[in-house]
């Protein structure tokens, strides 16, 4: 499977934001908040990054049409991030 680069969901996305994302309806979560608090320490378990990982995912399906390009490339992503996730926890 061929490499995606954030960089690619990031162009996506910052071309088609809902206007519910940019509410305080409903919190914000994306790639370089989950990066932070990667970096932050701040999962305790794997499960707990993937869970907000999936978040991430299942937000940009809901708030955008099946063949839009921030859907398509939520499901790019999330097919290498399910992908790295297996090799990660599998000790591979």
Do not use: W
């Not at 990031?10 to 790639?31: A, E």
């Not at 939520?74 to 926890?89: D, G, H, S, W, Y």
């Amino acid at each position: 499977m061929a490499k995606i680069s954030a960089d690619e969901y990031f162009l996506c996305v910052g071309q088609h934001i809902s206007s519910d994302h940019l509410s305080n309806r409903f919190p914000s979560l994306d790639i370089s908040t989950l990066g932070n608090n990667l970096r932050a320490n701040m999962y305790k378990t794997v499960g707990d990054f993937a869970k907000d990982a999936t978040k991430i995912f299942n937000n940009a399906r809901y708030y955008n049409p099946k063949n839009s390009p921030v859907f398509l490339c939520a499901e790019k992503l999330e097919k290498f991030f399910v992908q790295q996730l297996k090799e990660l926890t599998s000790g591979k």
